[in-house]
């Protein structure tokens, strides 16, 4: 399977600062990727579809201005948590779709943050 | 998107065969059946997949019912480090996006 690197691995900031993770495909090129965030004991949700060269495509509840997602090259997608809050703390992970098997995800180590 | 129903627990033995059921009783005839699994504070892995027949690969087995309305997963020696919560997902092909559901956490005991 794919390998997909994801940085960092965890993050603190202050209330109001931005933060941007980075989700690499490190052996295959990618033309989507996903981006999830998971709460405390619940489940993965997807939060936007990301393809190469074009707009995210976000799912419904979810701020496309204050997650603001660029996928400008095959291998390097990323999520930019503007003015964070402590309500946006959560477990964010991306995965990669593509290749052969272009129904099978590969899924970063995610990115733990904590906002203050 | 069609569901899928999961026990929300289930415990195992070390060393033994365990058995994870999932129901999908609504499933389209082309949806396949995924399953992965995520281990605490990592991102989920991709554990097998099937459309009709049962499949085998070197993680794990999965048994596809005749009617295709419930498979399951079987890992044929159970370790510590299955320990993990195992989501059942059907994905259409053609739509590469996943749901996951509340999925089944597997306990292993030593």
């Known amino acids: 399977g794919a390998v997909v690197s994801q940085h960092p691995s965890r993050v603190i900031c202050k209330s109001g600062t931005s933060v941007k993770i980075e989700c690499r495909s490190l052996?295959?090129?990618?033309?989507?990727m996903f981006w999830y965030r998971q709460f405390p004991k619940q489940s993965l949700m997807l939060m936007a579809t990301s393809n190469e060269g074009s707009k995210a495509t976000y799912e419904q509840g979810v701020e496309k201005d204050k997650f603001l997602i660029n996928h400008a090259s095959l291998t390097l997608s990323t999520l930019t948590v503007t003015s964070a809050h402590p309500e946006d703390s959560s477990f964010y992970i991306c995965?990669?779709?593509?290749?052969?098997?272009?129904?099978?995800?590969?899924f970063g180590a995610g990115t733990r943050l904590s906002v203050l | 998107d069609a569901k899928t129903t999961q026990p929300n627990s289930m415990e195992s033995n070390e060393e033994e065969p365990v058995h994870l059921p999932c129901n999908h009783s609504?499933?389209?005839?082309?949806?396949?059946i995924h399953w992965y699994r995520q281990l605490p504070s990592q991102g989920p892995e991709y554990v097998i997949h099937?459309?009709?027949s049962n499949v085998n690969n070197r993680m794990a087995s999965l048994a596809i019912a005749e009617d295709r309305k419930s498979s399951t997963l079987i890992l044929h020696r159970a370790t510590l480090r299955d320990a993990a919560v195992y989501y059942c997902?059907?994905?259409?092909?053609?739509?590469?996006?996943?749901?996951f559901g509340t999925g089944t956490r597997l306990t292993i005991i030593p």
């Open positions: 609504t499933i389209s005839g082309t949806d396949y």
């Open positions: 099937g459309l009709t």
């Open positions: 997902i059907l994905s259409n092909f053609g739509n590469e996006k996943l749901t």
């Open positions: 052996d295959f090129q990618a033309t989507t």
């Open positions: 995965s990669v779709a593509g290749g052969l098997a272009k129904n099978i995800q590969y």
